[in-house]
């Protein structure tokens, strides 16, 4: 079982990244994706959620209208992308999938933005 991250790195403020979380070992497709990020000093935020057929989503409040959550269950991979960044969106961004009792995490990557 594996979540595998990838695409983050430095940009500047006003940027755009596009992250991309891979699975494997387990059916991704019945799954419940989502990102998180955690900043140095601060508690784990759920960024944004998906569901498994990719019809519905939902975001925080803090990242509403700058970034899209997406999937693309036949490569068992969910995106997210990121625009207008901002500073404060610095952070180690990591996916999850889960279902029921059942909750899969990535290692994380680092986004940092700064000029």
């Known amino acids: 079982v594996q979540l595998v991250e990838s695409g983050g790195g430095l940009v500047q403020p006003g940027g755009s990244l596009r992250l991309s979380c891979a699975a494997s070992?387990?059916?991704?497709?019945?799954?419940?994706a989502r990102w998180f990020r955690q900043a140095p000093g601060k508690e784990r935020e759920l960024v944004a959620t998906?569901?498994?057929?990719?019809?519905?989503?939902n975001y925080a409040d803090s990242v509403k209208g700058r970034f899209t959550i997406s999937r693309d269950n036949a490569k068992n991979t969910v995106y997210l992308q990121m625009d207008s960044l901002k500073s404060e969106d610095t952070a180690v961004y990591s996916c999850?999938?889960?279902?029921?009792?059942?909750?899969?995490w990535g290692q994380g990557t680092q986004v940092t933005v700064s000029s």
């Open positions: 999850n999938a889960i279902r029921g009792l059942y909750i899969f």
């Open positions: 070992g387990f059916p991704f497709a019945s799954y419940v």
């Open positions: 998906i569901t498994t057929d990719g019809g519905g989503t």
